[in-house]
């Protein structure tokens, strides 16, 4: 008879991602989004309670993990299992949907397991199909062929297993020997290649350094373009502050000697810092008269 099983809150049964990842034997949570391993768990749980043959294993597309899904549901409706699963969430491979429905099956699971995971057949029960972390692999992989889950320690019911076909580890290449014993001596040919320095490569340090020349200029230019600007910034700022002035006392003109001091001030200061503003005194000379009043 199905125990069926809620989670309404974070509790010390809840599945951690690590520990989720381990239970499992996937290498991440999102794996499980196809619910082929839902499928052969459940069929661990109730033997003959679902038809792996209907299973696709290795989904291409996602017709095929829809119809993972069908099995999957249409088999716990039979068992009476009251889970809704919204296929559409699972399908997409969103963690935190895979993650909420991975930790209440854990929970299920824990419930309803009334034989020893290792007398379960987990590769010859899917055919001998292996899952999609185990094909191409080089060396050994997270055991997801045997789809055997390992429980945390604490449990009382005894699960933990370990990985019935893991892929064999590629043996480490062996060095040639001559017959005396001595190995011979690494082909150095490439790493003198790799010494001799290119007429592409010359012309392109060439070039690397022209850019960073005219990098520098602009830069320089960019300096002085902004000192200029705050000079001449602060002088207006300082005239509007002599017309505001005037403003408050309600005057309707302004002393050439005053605005001549204003601007003739930031020019000596221009002066003093080297650089040469002859063409701004021969605007003000040419332009203010003594007895001119503003």
């Given at each position: 008879?199905?125990?069926?099983?809620?989670?309404?809150?974070?509790?010390?049964?809840?599945?951690?991602?690590?520990?989720?990842?381990?239970?499992?034997?996937?290498?991440?949570?999102?794996?499980?989004?196809?619910?082929?391993?839902?499928?052969?768990?459940?069929?661990?749980?109730?033997?003959?309670?679902?038809?792996?043959?209907?299973?696709?294993?290795?989904?291409?597309?996602?017709?095929?993990?829809l119809t993972n899904w069908k099995v999957l549901t249409t088999s716990w409706k039979d068992l009476g299992i009251d889970k809704p699963?919204?296929?559409?969430?699972?399908?997409?491979?969103?963690?935190?949907?895979?993650?909420?429905?991975?930790?209440?099956?854990?929970?299920?699971?824990?419930?309803?397991?009334?034989?020893?995971?290792?007398?379960?057949?987990?590769?010859?029960?899917?055919?001998?199909?292996?899952?999609?972390?185990?094909?191409?692999?080089?060396?050994?992989?997270?055991?997801?062929?045997?789809?055997?889950?390992?429980?945390?320690?604490?449990?009382?019911?005894?699960?933990?297993?370990?990985?019935?076909?893991?892929?064999?580890?590629?043996?480490?290449?062996?060095?040639?020997?001559?017959?005396?014993?001595?190995?011979?001596?690494?082909?150095?040919?490439?790493?003198?290649?790799?010494?001799?320095?290119?007429?592409?490569?010359?012309?392109?340090?060439?070039?690397?350094?022209?850019?960073?020349?005219?990098?520098?200029?602009?830069?320089?230019?960019?300096?002085?373009?902004?000192?200029?600007?705050?000079?001449?910034?602060?002088?207006?700022?300082?005239?509007?502050?002599?017309?505001?002035?005037?403003?408050?006392?309600?005057?309707?003109?302004?002393?050439?000697?005053?605005?001549?001091?204003?601007?003739?001030?930031?020019?000596?200061?221009?002066?003093?810092?080297?650089?040469?503003?002859?063409?701004?005194?021969?605007?003000?000379?040419?332009?203010?008269?003594?007895?001119?009043?503003?």
């Amino acid at each position: 008879m199905v125990v069926n099983v809620f989670i309404s809150a974070v509790t010390t049964d809840t599945l951690s991602r690590k520990d989720a990842v381990a239970w499992s034997h996937f290498t991440k949570v999102e794996e499980m989004a196809n619910g082929a391993a839902y499928c052969q768990l459940t069929h661990l749980l109730f033997s003959n309670s679902i038809n792996l043959r209907k299973v696709k294993f290795n989904p291409r597309s996602e017709p095929d993990i829809l119809t993972n899904w069908k099995v999957l549901t249409t088999s716990w409706k039979d068992l009476g299992i009251d889970k809704p699963v919204d296929v559409e969430k699972m399908k997409k491979g969103k963690f935190q949907d895979n993650m909420e429905f991975l930790q209440w099956f854990y929970k299920f699971f824990k419930a309803n397991l009334n034989v020893e995971p290792e007398d379960y057949d987990a590769v010859g029960s899917r055919f001998g199909e292996d899952l999609p972390a185990l094909k191409g692999a080089s060396g050994p992989r997270p055991a997801v062929a045997s789809v055997r889950p390992v429980v945390a320690q604490t449990m009382k019911t005894k699960t933990t297993m370990q990985p019935v076909a893991p892929v064999p580890a590629t043996k480490a290449a062996v060095a040639p020997t001559v017959r005396n014993g001595a190995r011979p001596a690494p082909a150095t040919s490439a790493g003198n290649r790799r010494s001799e320095t290119s007429p592409n490569e010359e012309l392109l340090k060439q070039e690397i350094e022209k850019q960073k020349t005219l990098a520098a200029e602009w830069e320089t230019m960019a300096k002085d373009m902004e000192s200029e600007r705050e000079f001449y910034y602060n002088m207006l700022q300082r005239v509007e502050a002599l017309v505001h002035e005037a403003d408050e006392l309600k005057a309707t003109t302004i002393e050439v000697e005053t605005l001549k001091k204003v601007l003739y001030e930031g020019n000596e200061e221009t002066v003093e810092n080297g650089d040469d503003n002859s063409q701004l005194n021969e605007a003000l000379n040419a332009n203010l008269d003594d007895t001119d009043t503003f």
